[in-house]
């Protein structure tokens, strides 16, 4: 028995690759009463807290503005509250946040929320993109998501967003805001906090000018300190955190390492080949693939077809003209530690795909592509991103987007292994063999028979097509089962193995 316990230690030990599975389920369009979108307009952002503080996250919508840009002024502007049901619904509250009241142009938004000093009420920043700077509301205890009269916080030039981050690790929640224009160069306004006191700094290089819309963060290289990144149009600017907190600024401009035409103005800022320094990912339209600038070593195109002389269907299309929010985002869906991209696949047409790609950088091209119809045109042009949230309390973040429909959807990510999803899963390659087969297959010899509870065969719609309990031998025969592939589940006490097969 010693052995055979050793032989299954040393077989989970030698796991090619893993990955969580999982089913993402889209839901139906959330309709909301928004008063100050008017014919014409878009709303801009959406947010996730705890508003009420019922250990559920809720979420805040925001914005009015008309498309393209408006120079047109309304009496006021208001974002809306849907409060979490806990299972990926949410209920419109009665209240609405009111934060500009007067003639103001409709490029003041709200930025961020977060209780930056720690008394409980939840604060929040309303950037005004004409009035070159932020205002950060102080939330009191009046009343449900009410506010002191704001302070405004007075930067160089245009921007879009402020947000609240302990960008220096001291235990604070500072404000960074990230400041750019046509003509003006980019800065970066460091808010640094000292027990609810700010000290302004300003990072950047006049010589670098253009719009940068989509401020993002990281550690690019490698030093455990915390760096910010600013796409624009043909380049990125880098602001690399020193030890005494101080920021050295680098401009990058396209053809940095090739001439190729990478993503107009948003680039992701993330590790892909795990060597402790975040690299530069760009969508490159000439040949419709990924575009992996290195940290350290040369450029390298990825692409989700398995032809690598084609580009992958379902990376084409997701550029927009219109530079609000992001398009391209990462994040760990299947929890396996290495970046996958999320985007909508906005073609022109009326009906968009949501876009989860699996591990697209692994060097031997096991990635899996996951499309979500959703059955409308609500690409997130005028989004201020994506969120990754666990909206539905099942350990699973799921996503959530503001459509350019003015619609909000959250894609909530589902376990297929209904009733039993409180084991941990690993997809295993050569758990099952051979693969493909024509619906006859063994189970790895290594694991012993006595030590497997249940094996069970998911569709990918995760509905349960084979079950055996106990089985007497490593053979498994689903030969009715029509050809396609199938999730494979082998229940090992509290934990369990599956992989993918296909039946053809």
């Not at 309304?74 to 209920?91: E, H, K, M, Q, V």
């Not at 930025?111 to 309303?126: E, H, P």
């Not at 500072?174 to 700010?198: K, Q, R």
């Not at 089962?481 to 006490?493: E, H, R």
Request: aromatic content about 12%.
């Amino acid at each position: 028995m010693k052995y055979k316990l050793k032989l299954l230690t040393t077989f989970l030990s030698l796991i090619i690759s893993q990955y969580s599975f999982a089913q993402f389920l889209a839901s139906n369009p959330i309709e909301t009463s928004f008063t100050t979108v008017e014919v014409g307009e878009r709303m801009l952002n959406t947010f996730s807290y705890d508003f009420n503080e019922d250990g559920i996250l809720d979420l805040a919508l925001d914005g009015g503005m008309s498309y393209p840009q408006s120079f047109e002024f309304y009496p006021a502007s208001n974002a809306i509250i849907l409060i979490g049901n806990g299972d990926g619904t949410f209920t419109q509250s009665t209240t609405s946040i009111n934060y500009a009241t007067g003639g103001i142009n409709n490029l003041l938004a709200i930025s961020d929320f977060a209780d930056y000093n720690v008394d409980g009420n939840v604060d929040m920043l309303v950037y005004s993109f004409w009035d070159n700077g932020f205002y950060l509301y102080d939330g009191n205890a009046n009343g449900f998501m009410t506010f002191d009269a704001p302070t405004f916080f007075s930067c160089s030039t245009h921007g879009y967003e402020a947000i609240f981050i302990d960008y220096d690790a001291d235990g604070d929640l500072d404000i960074v805001s990230a400041c750019s224009g046509s003509h003006a160069p980019l800065l970066l306004h460091v808010f640094d906090n000292t027990n609810n006191s700010f000290t302004h700094n300003v990072y950047g290089d006049v010589n670098s000018t253009g719009y940068s819309l989509d401020l993002k963060h990281g550690d690019a290289n490698g030093d455990g300190r915390m760096d910010f990144f600013m796409p624009i149009d043909r380049g990125f600017t880098l602001f690399t955190q020193n030890a005494n907190k101080s920021f050295e600024m680098e401009f990058y401009q396209e053809g940095w390492n090739n001439p190729l035409g990478q993503l107009r103005d948003h680039k992701l800022l993330v590790d892909v080949n795990q060597d402790g320094s975040d690299d530069v990912i760009a969508y490159n339209r000439s040949f419709e693939k990924l575009d992996v600038f290195n940290s350290s070593g040369p450029p390298v195109l990825f692409d989700l077809s398995s032809n690598a002389n084609n580009s992958s269907l379902e990376i084409r299309h997701v550029i927009s003209d219109y530079f609000y929010g992001g398009f391209m985002y990462s994040h760990d869906m299947d929890l396996d530690s290495n970046t996958d991209i999320v985007f909508v696949q906005s073609n022109g047409s009326d009906l968009d795909s949501l876009v989860i790609a699996f591990d697209p950088f692994n060097i031997n091209n096991s990635h899996q592509v996951q499309e979500i119809p959703l059955g409308a045109d609500c690409s997130t042009e005028t989004g201020r991103g994506m969120l990754f949230e666990d909206f539905d309390n099942n350990g699973l973040d799921d996503i959530c987007f503001l459509g350019s429909d003015n619609k909000v959807r959250v894609i909530l990510n589902m376990s297929p292994l209904i009733g039993i999803n409180n084991f941990q899963t690993q997809l295993t390659e050569g758990l099952v063999y051979p693969n493909p087969n024509s619906g006859v297959f063994f189970i790895d010899p290594i694991i012993p028979l006595n030590t497997i509870e249940k094996v069970k065969v998911f569709n990918l719609s995760g509905q349960l097509i084979y079950e055996s309990s106990t089985p007497k031998q490593h053979q498994i025969n689903t030969e009715q089962m029509l050809n396609g592939a199938y999730i494979v589940v082998i229940k090992l006490d509290n934990s369990l193995l599956y992989a993918k097969i296909v039946i053809e």
